[in-house]
């Protein structure tokens, strides 16, 4: 059952941040994504929800050129992946769902290094890396290398190296997983400045809550396929929060199976 | 759960894993690769096997019963001495994802034992294909013979679990690893000591008197084919009884503690201490060669040596590259004097090319193991995969280049003739080496990546069995060239020959080179998915990280 919101006609290409059709992404004879549409508006606070294993992780993984997809068409501020792969990559900031950073690196190191690939001068990388490290409330573990951090620490981390560059787009792949409130809030702050300066944010969350209070648009999948779309206003009612839609599109409302031994 | 069942459920769900993990290696074909090399490497063992059978019936079963104690002795060290050297401890258990079942430390070492087994599977082999010969040839021994080997198979199966998950204790713990390390490096001041000091000389002469009166007798091999031969009486029973006893106690009561430590997560792992809040001179050498290249090659550049450096599994083989190298070369090439000057005269060549043996898995063919799951994050950098492997190379070559200055340094220090001729040489070979080197090395990286655990110092996981047949098969192919310019210079004693053929080899191993950088850079991105997905894996409850 797919369930759309009445909203205007699609916003121009070049006013879109995201713009992806018909994009499909098989492995073997199995569709993580089966004909996924998708249009995000840019300066907008996106959600992208959906069950385990509905395709949101393998759309942000072809969305920052990680994954061919099998068909389809993307575009990412304008610009069409893979053709302009390079261009795609200098102006997005992404924070991956498991821990990605290099973890025998001190956090200031691995900001500097990410800032220098991302053509910042060094003393300009390594100034900014102080900042964040001192934004997110990390310096104090300046000399410690990045094993020994924890995981919200390390998703701290991770949001601090996909702004250094400053972005026009964040991919964010369950950013507040393991993040402790106060954290949580920081990086809320964080990215709603970004949006208030005309990036945009596109990201995936289990935390409905939160998504209900940050963004503007949400998109929920399942099984490869957008099955609604809209305005958290729109998508809501009076009698129905996010979450009663969200469990009632993607079939969570069967009744447990009880098992005779549990 | 009973623990047999436990100990065939961990058996099983890791062959499982070995199975999966070897047939999805990225780029396709991976399980009939992996099986085709394992194949050439235990074929190789399975002939020196038939080889022993052979023996007995060509020189008599007595004869070999005779020399059977050497045989045995040369078996023990082998199988306890050659994982040390080579920094090839084998699988283990990962007891970070075992800890939080219910299965017993002794259930688990068992399982080690099992393991251990394994790995001394090219001994087994030889020792199958001694009984086998020995039976065929009608020796009256053989129910001794199969007592006396299961006995001897048992010590050294105990006493390298001891070994191993004593020197896997030792590294998990920073202080008690840079101590190890020390010793080695005051290891490596004895040869000097030796030559200046007739005080060291004389209790060396002292100890190798004490030693040759040593009781062989005393020795397990020894014991092991008393009791093999039939010789053996009750008292030879009872003492490799008491030995393989021992050496079980010790096995398991290292196993116990170092479960115990190795389970345990890193806490904090402070970096290399920063004084006044400035980078220490380590950490400020690693910034040199991005002051010359430009960003992202010196980013990335930069990034590779801190991590290689702060990775005590690279650490281990550059410290001993020029150590031990040094110190094996030195009484080799003052025994073999007589061959030729060459052994001394392009000693810093060729305890070079040791060591990048010995780095081979950390430096060349697993380029991404370090890096694991982290790799992804290169994927979404403003950076091609050409760029990301030329980096990697050029940190390599710098560590090349230290570890050959590192080696020429101790050679003149042991009292090697060391010249601006030797010197020149030494960097030449090294170059035209590192460029096949590093030409088979991206080839391996990108099309057989293993995710590697650079706290430990085992070498483990499916791949394993390729790289170590790679370094094994490959290494001296990749290295013919300069194999035959040194031919050309000492057999043949033609300098002019040399030089052309090491111009050669340094060309072709250019152009070498520089193909197999573009065309496993377009491998890479080609089949990107399975090579990030490959390194982000874990192994299973049996093979390490």
């Given at each position: 059952m797919s369930f759309q919101a009445d909203d205007s006609s699609a916003a121009e290409t070049s006013s879109l941040a995201i713009r992806v059709r018909g994009l499909t992404k098989y492995y073997g004879k199995k569709a993580a994504l089966n004909g996924l549409d998708l249009a995000v508006p840019r300066g907008s606070f996106f959600g992208f929800l959906g069950p385990n294993g509905a395709g949101k992780t393998t759309t942000i993984h072809t969305l920052i050129g990680l994954l061919p997809p099998t068909s389809g068409e993307v575009e990412v501020l304008g610009m069409k992946i893979p053709a302009q792969m390079t261009a795609v990559k200098r102006s997005i900031g992404v924070v991956p769902d498991e821990s990605v950073l290099f973890d025998r690196l001190r956090g200031e190191e691995f900001l500097e290094f990410v800032g220098r690939m991302y053509d910042l001068e060094r003393d300009v990388a390594l100034s900014r890396a102080r900042e964040l490290m001192g934004l997110f409330e990390l310096d104090y573990k300046s000399t410690t290398l990045i094993a020994g951090y924890s995981k919200g620490m390390k998703k701290r981390l991770a949001l601090a190296g996909a702004l250094i560059h400053r972005p026009r787009l964040f991919l964010l792949d369950e950013p507040f997983e393991g993040v402790d409130p106060v954290g949580a809030r920081l990086m809320k702050e964080i990215l709603s400045e970004q949006v208030a300066r005309g990036a945009t944010v596109f990201l995936t969350s289990h935390v409905l809550e939160v998504v209900e209070r940050l963004c503007d648009r949400v998109a929920i999948v399942d099984h490869g396929r957008i099955v609604a779309e809209g305005s958290v206003a729109q998508l809501r009612s009076a009698e129905e929060t996010l979450e009663d839609i969200f469990v009632r599109l993607v079939g969570g409302e069967k009744a447990m199976q009880r098992l005779e031994w549990l | 759960m009973r623990p047999l069942q436990q100990i065939f459920a961990l058996v099983r769900v890791q062959a499982r894993s070995l199975l999966n993990t070897m047939r999805y290696q990225p780029g396709g074909g991976g399980l009939k690769v992996s099986v085709t090399v394992a194949a050439l490497w235990y074929g190789i063992w399975v002939f020196a096997a038939v080889g022993c059978a052979a023996l007995p019936r060509m020189v008599g079963a007595e004869d070999i019963e005779g020399v059977l104690s050497g045989v045995l002795l040369f078996i023990m060290a082998y199988w306890q001495l050659a994982p040390l050297l080579t920094l090839s401890l084998g699988v283990s258990l990962d007891a970070r994802k075992l800890t939080i079942y219910p299965v017993s430390v002794p259930t688990l070492f068992v399982v080690e034992c099992l393991l251990r087994l394994g790995t001394g599977s090219e001994m087994l082999l030889l020792l199958a294909g001694f009984l086998g010969g020995l039976a065929a040839a009608g020796s009256p021994h053989v129910r001794e013979l199969t007592v006396g080997f299961t006995l001897f198979v048992a010590f050294n199966v105990f006493l390298s679990a001891g070994v191993r998950n004593f020197i896997e204790r030792v590294f998990h713990q920073r202080r008690l690893r840079e101590v190890f390390l020390l010793v080695l490096a005051c290891a490596t001041l004895l040869p000097q000591l030796l030559l200046w000091s007739d005080k060291v000389r004389g209790t060396a002469r002292t100890l190798w008197t004490a030693f040759r009166g040593f009781p062989t007798w005393a020795l397990p091999s020894d014991i092991a084919a008393q009791i093999s031969t039939g010789e053996g009486r009750l008292e030879h029973l009872a003492a490799m009884a008491g030995m393989v006893a021992a050496a079980g106690v010790f096995g398991y009561v290292q196993f116990s503690q170092g479960y115990r430590v190795t389970s345990m997560p890193a806490i904090s792992l402070p970096a290399y201490p920063w004084k006044n809040g400035r980078p220490q001179a380590g950490e400020r050498a690693a910034r040199l060669p991005s002051r010359v290249l430009r960003d992202p090659i010196g980013a990335l550049v930069e990034k590779e040596l801190k991590y290689l450096w702060r990775s005590p599994r690279f650490r281990l083989p550059f410290f001993m590259g020029f150590t031990f190298g040094v110190i094996a070369w030195i009484p080799i090439m003052q025994q073999w004097k007589a061959l030729g000057a060459w052994m001394e005269q392009s000693a810093v060549s060729l305890i070079s090319l040791y060591s990048f043996l010995l780095l081979g898995p950390v430096m060349f063919l697993n380029r991404f193991g370090f890096d694991r799951g982290a790799t992804r994050f290169y994927f979404w950098l403003p950076l091609t995969l050409r760029q990301l492997l030329l980096a990697k190379n050029l940190a390599t070559l710098l560590f090349a280049m230290l570890e050959v200055a590192l080696i020429a340094v101790v050679c003149w220090l042991v009292?090697?003739?060391?010249g601006w001729e030797q010197i020149t040489e030494a960097v030449a070979v090294s170059l035209i080496a590192l460029l096949y080197l590093l030409s088979v090395g991206n080839y391996m990286s990108v099309r057989f990546p293993v995710a590697s655990n650079p706290d430990r110092i085992s070498r483990a996981g499916p791949g394993h069995g390729v790289r170590a047949a790679v370094q094994f098969l490959l290494f001296p192919l990749a290295l013919l060239p300069l194999v035959l310019a040194f031919v050309a210079r000492y057999q043949l004693n033609n300098l002019f020959l040399f030089g052309a053929c090491v111009g050669v080899a340094a060309v072709l191993g250019l152009g070498l080179y520089l193909f197999t950088l573009q065309w496993v850079s377009r491998l890479g991105e080609a089949g990107r998915e399975q090579f990030v997905d490959h390194l982000s894996q874990g192994e299973g409850p049996i093979a390490s990280e």
């Open positions: - | 009292g090697v003739d060391i």
